[in-house]
């Protein structure tokens, strides 16, 4: 068991884009079945279109930002609940003068992030 403070926790940049910054909640190493990471997206900042090996499981905690999954294009916001399968591209772009932040929860497998030519 472990509990820690949001604030406490260091955050590190994403390699992929300038503006997102990654905390990671609960690693690998901590919980055996899931690790809980949170993302923020500084205003403007985008991830470009990506895909990873495992499904995510997010929570928007504030701001808004276009969201694609696959062939949809989403604009969601505080309170939605996003589900993106395994192997299916996706792409973040932060909408607003706010930053948008929200939990991401992915289960403990091997992953990699490919980054998908348009």
Same mark, same amino acid.
């Given at each position: 068991? #472990? /509990? ?11 390699? =992929? #884009?300038? *503006? ?10 901590? *919980?055996?079945?899931? =690790?809980?990471? =949170? ?6 900042? #985008? ?5 990873? &090996?495992? +499904? %995510? ?9 276009? !969201?694609?999954? *696959?062939? &949809?294009?989403? +604009? !969601?916001?505080?309170?939605? /609940? ?5 192997? /299916?591209? %996706?792409?973040?772009?932060?909408? *607003?003068? &706010? =930053? ?15 980054? /998908?030519?348009?």
């Amino acid at each position: 068991m #472990s /509990v820690k403070r949001f604030e406490d926790i260091a955050s590190t940049p994403v390699a =992929a #884009s300038e *503006g997102i910054t990654r905390k990671m909640l609960i690693s690998p190493e901590e *919980g055996p079945h899931f =690790a809980m990471r =949170a993302f923020r997206i500084e205003p403007g900042a #985008s991830m470009p279109l990506h895909v990873n &090996q495992v +499904e %995510h499981e997010q929570y928007v905690l504030r701001g808004r930002a276009q !969201v694609i999954i *696959g062939d &949809q294009t989403l +604009e !969601v916001s505080e309170g939605a /609940v996003v589900f993106i399968p395994a192997n /299916v591209p %996706h792409s973040y772009t932060s909408l *607003g003068n &706010q =930053a948008f932040e929200f939990l991401c929860l992915v289960p403990n497998l091997p992953d990699e992030t490919i980054l /998908v030519q348009k």
